[in-house]
């Protein structure tokens, strides 16, 4: 049986190498494998969770699309559209939000940390995010998702959410419990300001992330900024304790070079940051540098973009508007 394989990105600007690494990357290959089914979504109505300006949030749509197509994946083989175009999300996630329980959200980690000190001002939508989330996965029948370590935690709600919908109503293997896809190594890029912290589109430094539209001298750059420490480079795992950001740039470096961890210390075991620092940002150039310029190619190219899109959302409408019409059948609608 061919694997359905769903995943979605925020189309919140700033496409960082941790989204490449984490998820992006895995996408592509999973795409270019003809056993899998898969469908890409770019998920607008999570990234109005938090506030957005309606100009840049239409802009990054399009730009979250270029990025998928830049990385290698071929819009004629996957299904790419966005979320809010396709109506059975946001009803799905209402029915959902009828099956999941308030203890259950509440023990989701990653709400607490974007709500931060003052949860009374976070938006409802942040909070039961994780339940839309559910809902995109589910109505397609997804197999597999792939994700990076930080949405590991939605899965399992996601994997609860659909058991729980098939035993109250009584509909075995209705929702197919989906399993997640998580590398196994580096699966998490951190700051390269905080070896604690992970990559992300929102820190306020963009030193702290390489963007998948960095030009070389910027990549040079942040690479030569990035925080190490004062020791050479550990010539075996053990010596990594306590050295996040030392970890951290070793695993990039094995990530984008396909090598393991072990064979990365080996190749620098005893080595100055510098080296390292040198060989990592030719790596990161070489890797990422076709990829930006053909983002700003495609970005030039708006209606190809839209086109892509409409396409994607017929295809995506097609099999969902059937499952929330069994979805109907089964709660008594
Ligand atoms: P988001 O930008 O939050 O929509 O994330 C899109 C995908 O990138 C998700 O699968 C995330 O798990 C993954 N991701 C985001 N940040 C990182 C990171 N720092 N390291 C690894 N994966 C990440
Ligand atoms: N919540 C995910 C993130 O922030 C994005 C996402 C939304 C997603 N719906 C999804 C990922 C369905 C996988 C499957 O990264």
């Not at 100009?55 to 559209?81: C, H, Y």
């Not at 030009?215 to 004062?230: F, G, M, P, V």
Request: net charge neutral; hydrophobic share 35%; with cysteine.
């Amino acid at each position: 049986m061919k694997k359905k394989i769903f995943s979605g990105v925020q189309p919140t600007g700033n496409l960082h190498l941790g989204n490449y690494l984490g998820a992006i990357k895995n996408f592509v290959s999973l795409s270019n494998d003809n056993e899998n089914e898969c469908i890409f979504c770019v998920v607008d109505l999570h990234a109005i969770t938090v506030t957005q300006d309606p100009a840049i949030l239409r802009e990054n749509i399009r730009e979250t699309v270029a990025t998928f197509i830049a990385s290698g994946i071929d819009p004629k083989k996957s299904i790419i559209f966005n979320q809010s175009q396709v109506v059975a999300h946001a009803e799905a996630a209402w029915i959902l939000s009828c099956t999941a329980k308030m203890g259950w959200l509440n023990r989701m980690t990653q709400f607490k940390e974007k709500a931060g000190k003052d949860k009374e001002k976070a938006s409802v939508g942040l909070y039961s995010y994780p339940i839309l989330m559910a809902a995109d996965i589910l109505l397609y029948d997804s197999t597999h998702v792939p994700v990076g370590n930080d949405q590991k935690q939605h899965l399992e709600l996601c994997r609860d959410i659909a058991q729980k919908f098939n035993n109250d109503f009584k509909v075995d293997d209705f929702f197919k419990i989906p399993e997640p896809l998580i590398q196994k190594e580096f699966s998490r890029i951190m700051s390269l300001k905080d070896g604690s912290k992970k990559m992300s589109k929102s820190d306020l430094s963009d030193l702290s992330r390489i963007n998948l539209t960095d030009e070389k001298d910027e990549i040079l750059n942040k690479i030569k900024k990035a925080k190490t420490d004062s020791l050479s480079i550990p010539t075996n795992i053990k010596e990594f304790v306590d050295r996040p950001e030392a970890r951290n740039l070793i695993g990039i470096y094995s990530s984008l070079a396909s090598m393991t961890f072990e064979d990365t210390i080996q190749k620098f075991s005893g080595k100055n940051f510098s080296e390292l620092k040198e060989n990592l940002s030719q790596i990161l150039i070489d890797n990422l540098n076709p990829i930006s310029n053909e983002i700003k190619k495609l970005l030039k190219e708006k209606s190809y973009l839209d086109k892509i899109l409409e396409d994607g959302c017929q295809k995506a409408d097609n099999i969902a508007s059937k499952k929330i019409k069994k979805i109907h059948d089964i709660v008594g609608f």
